[in-house]
């Protein structure tokens, strides 16, 4: 079944090279304008900042609240994760 999708993102990927091409667009200019570098490194750090702010450090701050009680056991001075 896995198989399956493989192949079939595959065609997909094929029909949208096909119809880019089509439209005389050329994704290597597309891909190498200093825009599109500054709008994915932008968006990049959107995502990451969102993750640490939203999601990680609220996380830590749960499990330290917890004494290191939890599920994943934190040094109290550092943060680091014990083994």
Known sequence: MRQRGIIQLVILILIAIILVSYFGIDLQNAFTTPLLKK?????????????????????????????GNSLVPLDSTTGIINE
């Open 39 to 67: 709008n994915l490194w932008f968006t990049w750090e959107l995502i990451k900042d969102g993750f640490i702010n939203y999601v990680y450090n609220p996380l830590m701050h749960l499990i330290q609240r917890d004494g």
